[in-house]
């Protein structure tokens, strides 16, 4: 049977936190890492209807696009709506955990859900992403052991670089080291000192396989202590947010906005030349307006996103870019319902229900 660490492993595994921004709150936010999941339910947001639909269905896990803790609270009372919500979860022993941002930017989430369902050809990623520091490994092997601690570390996640697996440095030299009298050396004695033939092996490593590359090195390393060096590197950009793909034949602006409707079950805002051809659409679902100069500059026609400020749209409209507001629940809730079967995949084991309000309530427009 499946525990809540399970179900944090295999949404690490599918969404991995790295990938969110850093204002974020994702994660376990209410609950026991070791509770039993038998049955699970996923909403876009955490309305008291959600926790009402999962307790109503015994369900002990409510898993969330959008958080319960967002801002610091300094109390859990009925007094506030996130209080309330908190008390209602765990007076239903129902755990919560949040998947947002890094669903948001994450192969098969949100956005590129919202681009397969609008039918976008040769889609790419752009626009902003949570950068994440790296770092370049440096190890001293024995000369006979090199590659099995290359191979030790490139499975833990190191020497990645843009398409390229396994990527390694390495330069001969030589090591000395004197054994203490408790010590079980690889080569030499106790208390003789020692030099050795090694291998300086290099690997970059970004921050979140720090952990277990140095876990992998000293499994794998003959040494009783290996020496690792661990130098910060400046920080790379990370997952991109966006999506941008083509049509698979121009359409009108308000043309493109019927299509997007149809599909998307929704009442979209649009600004722009209704007569503008439309071949490159540009995707972020939410609240993402701010995106648009990023979506223009990567060659798309028309930015859709879930909601649009006043002054964005103005901004933009008269810049000649075309802007859309789809709608945040309709945006979203489709990489919420394909979030089911991810997990699924991962944790048959778990029954995985998703949750989709009334329309008018809990979020959800009419």
Partial sequence: ??????????????????????????????????????????????????????????????????PVIFDPIPSVTSDTYEGRSILNLIQSGISHICAHTNWDVAPG?????LAD????????????????????????????????????CSIAGA???????????????????EPGPDSSPHNGQPGTRSN????????????????????????????????????SLMQGKGQEAGRI??????????????????????????WGDRSQLIRTVAVVGGA???????????????LVTGEVKQHLALE???SGFAIMAAGHYATEQPGTVALKYRMGKLLADVEWLVFEPQPGASGRPL
């Fill in 245 to 270: 793909g083509q049509l698979t034949q121009p359409l009108s602006l308000s043309e493109f906005a019927d299509v997007v409707d149809g599909t998307l079950s929704t009442r979209s805002l649009t």
């Fill in 196 to 231: 050795v033939d090694e291998v300086r092996v290099e690997m970059v490593c970004p921050s979140h396989a720090v952990k277990s590359v140095s876990a992998a090195i000293r499994q794998a390393h003959p040494y009783e202590e290996p020496a690792l060096d661990l130098y």
């Fill in 159 to 177: 020497g990645v670089i843009g398409q390229y697996n396994r990527c390694a440095f390495f330069a001969t030299g030589q090591g000395t080291y």
């Fill in 1 to 66: 049977m499946a525990s809540l660490a399970d179900v944090l492993d295999a949404l690490e595994t599918i969404a991995p936190s790295h990938f969110a921004f850093s204002w974020d709150k994702i994660g376990l936010q209410v609950g026991d890492r070791e509770q039993e999941v038998r049955r699970a339910v996923l909403s876009l947001d955490r309305s008291m209807a959600a926790i009402d639909f999962a307790a109503a269905n015994h369900a002990q896990l409510l898993l969330t696009h959008h």
């Fill in 288 to 302: 993402a307006d701010g995106e648009w100069q990023q979506a223009k500059a990567a060659g798309a026609d028309i």
């Fill in 109 to 113: 989430g949100i956005n590129d859900t």
């Fill in 117 to 152: 369902l609008l039918g976008l050809l040769n889609v790419t990623s752009f626009g902003s992403a949570a950068g994440e520091t790296s770092f370049k490994l440096v190890v001293f092997v024995p000369s006979d052991s090199v590659k099995m601690v290359i191979d030790a």
């Fill in 316 to 318: 933009v409209s008269e």
